[in-house]
Antibody, heavy 122, light 110 residues
Framework: EVQLVESGGGLAQPGGSLRLSCAASGFTLSDYEMTWVRQAPGKGLEWVSY????????NYADSVKGRFTISRDEAKNSLYLQMNSLRGEDTAIYYC???????????????WGQGTLVTVSS | QSALTQPPSASGSLGQSVTISCTGTSNDVGGYNFVSWYQQHPGKAPKLMIY???KRPSGVPDRFSGSKSGNTASLTVSGLQPEDEADYYC??????????FGGGTKLTVL
């Protein structure tokens, strides 16, 4: 069974840092393109970042470019999001999601984790 | 990377049909046949309902259907059921491995 489990959320001060993790099971994470999506409290979904299968293509939303870094550890079958220079507007639930292109669900996110809450406040 | 435009709310009676629109530009919805729709119940993760504009993943009822015309995509839910009451988000490829979501539509089943 495919599962994605995020962790690492919590309270951070403005200007601070947090590192989110997303542990995958039931599939090999490096065989799929992966993304991070966030949702501010009571708001809609926002795409945040993408990493290709090869790891050579990485993209970010303009709102986080230069502050967030996506990465992957094949040995741990895990995805990460390093978040630096945090701002109040980064407060959100952060979801990792699998791009289902390999299974025919092109440019769509077929599995999602349960999310981890990041709160940026002094 | 401007959000796609969805109506904030939609409603329909039990058993009836409702259509939710999603308007973008030629740089996203109009430029790619990679529009997907997600259902989100309160406190839950989003669930893929439609991909590549019209296709349904296995397990999604055929009451859910998608379409697109120009820069506007639509999700139609036929034969509304109580469990269809949720938030719905459209999503589109926006080029160079980037995506954009709609603002979301809260569907109420009357």
């Amino acid at each position: 069974e495919v599962q994605l489990v995020e962790s690492g959320g919590g309270l951070a001060q403005p200007g601070g840092s947090l590192r989110l993790s997303c542990a995958a099971s039931g599939f090999t994470l490096s065989d799929y393109e992966m993304t991070w999506v966030r949702q501010a409290p009571g708001k809609g979904l926002e795409w945040v970042s993408y990493i290709s299968i090869s790891g050579r293509t990485i993209n970010y939303a303009d709102s986080v470019k230069g502050r967030f870094t996506i990465s992957r550890d094949e040995a741990k079958n895990s995805l990460y999001l390093q978040m630096n220079s945090l701002r109040g507007e980064d407060t959100a639930i952060y979801y990792c999601a699998r791009d289902g292109g390999r299974d025919g669900y092109h440019w769509a996110f077929d599995y999602w984790g349960q999310g981890t809450l990041v709160t940026v406040s002094s | 990377q401007s959000a796609l435009t969805q109506p904030p709310s939609a409603s329909g009676s039990l058993g009836q049909s409702v259509t939710i629109s999603c308007t973008g530009t030629s740089n996203d919805v109009g430029g790619y046949n990679f529009v997907s729709w997600y259902q989100q119940h309160p406190g839950k993760a989003p669930k893929l309902m439609i991909y590549e504009v019209t296709k349904r993943p296995s397990g999604v009822p055929d009451r859910f259907s998608g379409s697109k015309s120009g820069n506007t995509a639509s999700l139609t839910v036929s034969g509304l059921q109580p469990e269809d009451e949720a938030d719905y988000y459209c999503n589109s490829a926006a080029g160079s491995s980037t995506w954009v979501f709609g603002g979301g539509t809260k569907l109420t089943v009357l």
